[in-house]
């Protein structure tokens, strides 16, 4: 047998994060058993520079689906790859009848020693059907499995493809399966990789464009955030700009009424299934669903229901969760024509107007922290006992003051409500907030009369006069949130 090349990934060391998963894969990589590894994640969220940091010392063949190509075009160039990685010319011209010719040949060159099978962008490789893990599943019960030392990992952009039709596969079931599914970075993560950057420029970096880090690199030079978001996003053909198409492609185009969805949320602040289901005409509750739920599991939109009600309350609405998504229907999309020509080149700036720029990040700022309630419940010292946390709003508020909501409550064990007050303001907070609450108190319900405990959560903090009038029984800021110690 030739020796055999194999793909070699260069050491990160400025990689950061991931201290989770990098000890659930130094484990996996420990454990002298074959293993099946799924990671999933939405597009540039560092599924690749994780597995290629974890299992570098390995020897890795891997192997990248092309997007749009046939089964027949997917199955050659695994093989072709395969050749190059081998030294074999004659695997170049083999014409594979099925992923088993090609999954057996994988598995005569990795019958021994510590190899890593790579396949990514699986959903691409299996042209979205579930022939390629039906045929794994024979070759892994056949060949792969008496190989202890061998892992095969499937990874894609896809999470609704691949939960769907590898994690829950009954052909992979009860097969040495383990599975990470990849999430963005969270506040402090993202700060260390801006590590240059204010704590003001890393939180509107990160209500911009999330905790993605391919996203945040790209605004992370000598220029202001905003002026490195401007410059991505409202030049002719720029990152942030074309994004959106890349995005669509490997992790939205399974159904074609993912877009149909995300577009119409970016339409309203949120949406009920009820106006869901009506803008798109479908019969079949049952499938908008399932369609709603894989879009959940990938992240991009999210389900809130009232922190006293089920999940399934016909009160649930929906609005889109994800940052970027979020920052280019706002933003870029309305100047899409205009970007194109090249208008903005060179003042891009000039497209981002500031007084509609700094609300938006407003109803961000409250995204964020409904997203890490929990980190809220820490830093307010009750982590530790039981409770239910969310928005509020019902029927009845809905009807007499449209537009209502507390932005987080928390109903307490300990039969206190806590409920926060989100604002996001570049100077302090001044006492008209008071009169703001307590309107909303007014027709919040609290018919056991649970001590109410007042928290206000903003950027700079409360001006003198809200101070002296001691309103809140807590005030959290940016140094409560970027507190490291508030997020172990």
């Known amino acids: 047998m030739n020796a055999i090349n194999v793909f070699t990934p260069k050491e990160n060391k400025a990689f950061i994060g991931r201290s989770a998963e990098l000890q659930q ?37 891997k192997f990248e689906g092309i997007e749009g190509r046939p089964a027949q075009e997917q199955m050659n160039y695994v093989l072709q790859q395969l050749a190059i990685y081998i030294g074999e010319t004659r695997l170049l011209t083999y014409k594979p009848l099925n992923w088993i010719d090609v999954l057996t040949k994988l598995a005569e060159y990795t019958r021994e020693g510590i190899w890593t099978i790579y396949f990514e962008e699986v959903q691409w490789l299996a042209c979205y059907k579930d022939t390629f893990i039906a045929e794994l599943k024979y070759v892994w019960d056949n060949y792969f499995r008496f190989n202890e030392q061998l892992i095969v990992i499937l990874c894609g952009s896809s999470p609704s493809f691949i939960i769907n039709n590898i994690v829950k596969s009954k052909s992979l079931y009860n097969r040495s399966q383990y599975e990470i599914g990849l999430r963005e970075f969270n506040l402090l993560e993202a700060q260390q990789l801006l590590a240059k950057r204010s704590q003001r420029e890393v939180m509107d970096a990160y209500l911009c464009v999330g905790g993605v880090p391919e996203y945040l690199k790209r605004i992370n030079s000598t220029a202001s955030v905003i002026q490195e978001l401007c410059e991505n996003s409202f030049v002719q053909d720029s990152y942030f700009f074309t994004e959106y198409e890349r995005l669509y492609t490997s992790s939205l185009h399974e159904n074609k009424h993912y877009r149909d969805i995300i577009e119409f949320l970016s339409k309203h602040k949120h949406a009920t299934r009820t106006e869901i289901n009506k803008h798109l005409k479908l019969s079949s509750g049952g499938y908008l669903s399932s369609v709603l739920s894989e879009l959940e599991q990938c992240n991009f939109i999210v389900k809130q229901t009232p922190y006293n009600l089920g999940s399934d309350s016909n009160l649930a609405r929906y609005s889109i969760n994800d940052n970027y998504l979020h920052f280019y229907y706002k933003f870029i999309k309305p100047n899409s024509k205009e970007i194109s020509t090249g208008k903005y080149n060179v003042e891009p700036m000039r497209a981002l107007g500031l007084e509609s720029f700094t609300k938006w990040l407003g109803f961000a700022f409250e995204r964020m922290i409904r997203k890490y309630d929990y980190i809220i419940a820490k830093i307010l010292g009750f982590s530790g006992i039981d409770y239910r946390s969310g928005s509020f709003f019902n029927r009845a508020t809905s009807k007499e003051s449209p537009g209502y909501q507390l932005d987080l409550v928390f109903d307490r064990a300990d039969n206190v409500y806590t409920i926060c007050e989100i604002k996001y303001s570049k100077t302090t907070i001044s006492s008209k907030v008071i009169r703001e609450l307590e309107q909303k108190l007014e ?33 959290i800021t940016f140094s409560d949130l970027f507190h490291a110690e508030n997020w172990k």
């Open 25 to 61: 894969l130094k484990k996996l990589d420990q454990a002298n058993e074959a293993a099946i590894l799924t990671v999933y994640g939405r597009r540039r969220v560092g599924k690749t520079e994780l597995l290629e940091q974890a299992f570098r010392q390995r020897n890795i063949l």
């Open 443 to 475: 027709l919040f319900p609290n018919p056991k009369q649970n001590t109410i405990q007042r928290v206000l959560i903003t950027t700079c903090g409360a001006d003198k006069q809200l101070q002296a009038a001691a309103y809140f029984d807590r005030v």
